[in-house]
Each structure stands twice: as C-alpha cells, then as structure tokens.
C-alpha cells in the first residue's frame, strides 16, 4: 500500500486528515485553538508556505517553564517556539514501510506526507492502528511480545511537575497512577497537556493563574478508565481498543497490575519488524 493509498482509504474519522498546517509565525496560542478545533494533538507548522516543522502537544508541556519561554510573557510566543526540526516527511508515492521507517527511525508518532512542497496529509498513530486492526497477522502477533513495560509509576499525591519529568526522562506516553497497590488509572501526556493548558490560560493567550503548578497532583488529572488489555491479548484487539477509544495509549494490564502499554510507536515497529502491512 502506498501513503496515497492510506491517505484516501475511507476509514471514517481520520486524525491525519484533519492535521491543520499554520504559518510558523502564529502565535501559541492561536495554534492551540486551531488544534483543539480539529480534535487533535499537533500541528504541521510552515514558512512561506512550505512545511517547516511539527509541534505536538508533547512538545508544549515538555517546553513550557524553560528558561526561554519563563522569560517571555506566555501570550506573545510563537508556535514555532515548540515546533521540532528539521522535519522528516514521506511522498504520496512512497510504500507505508516509509513512512514506519521514518517514525521508527525518529521515534515519531506522526509523519507528514509532502508533495512538491506542499502538505497532502499526515500519517498518524491512529491510522496505522487502523490497519492494524484490519490485518489477519496481527491477531497472530501477542501484546505481551511488542509492548513497552512499565518500569516507574506514580501515587495520587505526586505532583503533576514529577509526573511531566517522567514522561520526558523515560519517553513514555503515559505513567500508571497506583495507590495502596491497586491500579488506579494513568496520567499521560494528554492529561498533563489539560492542566498545562488550563493553568497558563493558553486556549486564550492570558498570563498564567497565581496557583503555582506546584500544587496540582496527579489525582487532579488522573484517567480512571483507560483502554486495557491483557498481556496475552493480540496486536489486533489492542490496536482497535487505541482506535475505538481514541487514546494515544493502551494499557497492558495483568489482573491488576499495570504491566506495560502499547502507542503507535510500538505499532509502527511492529509492523516494521514483520515486513510491513501490505506493502
């Protein structure tokens, strides 16, 4: 299958296609507005027309509270503060294996696709769970096999500030919330991006609360009911629990116990490493 072919398979609501591409220069958060219209997590960023960069919502909560951006008052900053460059992009012609080498490769969860300098689409984590799905090998191929396992997790009561740390440090997409030894839920990056967001006012570019960020808890963000799987399910029922839900994550779970996840990156490599979902 090529990216074209991806591209225009008529699989409903498609996060790829609704990816918006903006002028560098817009401001943050006129870009978080776009995003949030869209119902997604990043942006193709671009100059003089051009795709230039990506910025996800990853990239805002890892960003904001630098040395850079503590300085400079929060509703005059650039999108292209929190883009990552240079950009890796794929042609429609390109077989799928491209653009999973590409994300592979970078560690991406998203890969545009660019064609005489212009935006024709993105490929997303969603789509390839979509296919993923689809496929009759991936009934064969075990969660347990391909996910990534848990080696931190977090109480209710740490701060959301250590949680953001452990997402960064460990490259993880979301960390499991245990109490008294029980699962509780997660926090991940789409649940430190809500605080984030609500507490620098970044939907309508307003300086940020007095609450110091130092007092929000991982139970004010807390997911309760994340997609779960065993480990012994397969790479089908997991990549359809990512689709139907949503979510960037699905949680591996024995019994109770919160053993691992599976994102689209974990995908993308599976896929990879068994030669490609049709071509």
Not at 19 to 25: F, N, T
Not at 70 to 94: C, N, Q
Not at 181 to 199: I, N, P, R, T
Not at 249 to 267: Q, Y
């Amino acid at each position: 299958m090529t990216l074209a072919g991806l591209l225009e398979k008529p699989s409903g609501d498609v996060a790829g296609s609704r990816v918006p591409s903006l002028d560098k220069d817009y401001s943050l958060a006129e870009a978080l507005r776009v995003m949030e219209r869209a119902g997604v997590d990043r942006a193709v960023l671009t100059e003089d027309g051009s795709p230039r960069g990506i910025m996800t919502l990853r990239d805002v909560i890892f960003k904001l509270g630098t040395v850079r951006t503590k300085r400079a008052y929060i509703g005059g900053l650039h999108a292209s503060s929190f883009m990552s460059e240079p950009l890796v992009t794929v042609a429609p012609g390109d077989p799928l294996r491209s653009a999973l080498e590409a994300m592979e490769k970078g560690g991406f969860t998203s890969v545009p696709v660019v064609e005489g300098g212009s935006l024709v689409g993105v490929v997303t984590r969603r789509e390839l769970a979509g296919l993923v799905a689809e496929e009759p090998e991936a009934s064969d191929i075990r969660v347990l096999d391909v996910m990534r396992s848990f080696i931190v997790s977090v109480s209710l009561q740490d701060r959301i500030l250590h949680v953001r740390q452990l997402l960064a440090s460990y490259d993880l997409s979301v960390v499991p919330v245990v109490e008294e030894g029980k699962f509780v839920g997660v926090v991940g990056v789409d649940e430190v991006a809500e605080v984030f967001l609500a507490y620098y006012n970044l939907a309508r570019g307003e300086p940020k609360r007095l609450t110091s960020l130092k007092y929000v808890v991982a139970a004010d963000a807390v997911r309760l009911r994340p997609p779960k799987v065993e480990p012994d399910a397969s790479l089908a029922e997991a990549a359809y629990k990512m689709v139907e839900s949503g979510y960037r994550a699905v949680i591996v779970v024995d019994g109770d116990r919160p053993v691992g996840f599976i994102s689209g990156l974990e995908i993308a490599q599976a896929i990879l490493a068994r030669g490609g979902v049709r071509g």
